[in-house]
């Protein structure tokens, strides 16, 4: 399979907060806002595998600022790294309020997922193959990203995440 770009994968999406999206203290709820972001990583995955995408985990998702009723909220996401079936997407929110003159970084987060056959069976996906530094720095941490999440999940033992061994098991040497 050929190898494929981050900027293959790049997906954004802008929508305007109304009030149907906010809570009792007029701020985007964070469901809607993990809505959005579930939907433009999906949509991100697919463009880099070209197949059925589903969500298989979410990690370290911040809401680092409340959004405002009126702000104007840009979705953005890229593939940093694929494994077999499963890729890893970026995706970052940032808020733009022209009145109030706002314009900062809301949320981020990494989600994986894993692409699917017609039957729901995991399926290969083609390599990245980053271009930029900060796409190399996020393609590198990927791997061990990939191993806290699967240890949390249950999906793999401590002793076999050879990068991380010394986080989980305290006498491991080197
Ligand atoms: C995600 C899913 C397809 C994995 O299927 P599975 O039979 O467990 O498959 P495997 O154990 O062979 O794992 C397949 C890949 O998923 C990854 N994976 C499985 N569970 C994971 C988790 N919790 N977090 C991160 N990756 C996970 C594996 O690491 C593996 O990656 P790789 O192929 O790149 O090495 C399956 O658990 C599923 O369908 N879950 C429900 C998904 C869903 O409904 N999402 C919400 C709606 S879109």
Redesign the pocket.
Known sequence: MKKRRPQDSFVSSTEFVLPNDTNTLNNLMGGRMMHLMDIVAAISAQRHSGRIV????VDNLNFSKAIPLGSIVTISAKVTRA????MEIHVVADIEDNIRGVHARSNDAFF?F?A?DQN?R?IDVPEIEPETEEEWKLYNGAIRRRQV??IL?G?MKPEDAEDLKALFIPNTQG
């Open positions: 589903v969500t298989a985990s494994f077999n079936s499963s994986t894993v699917v729901g995991p999440r699967l999940g999906r």
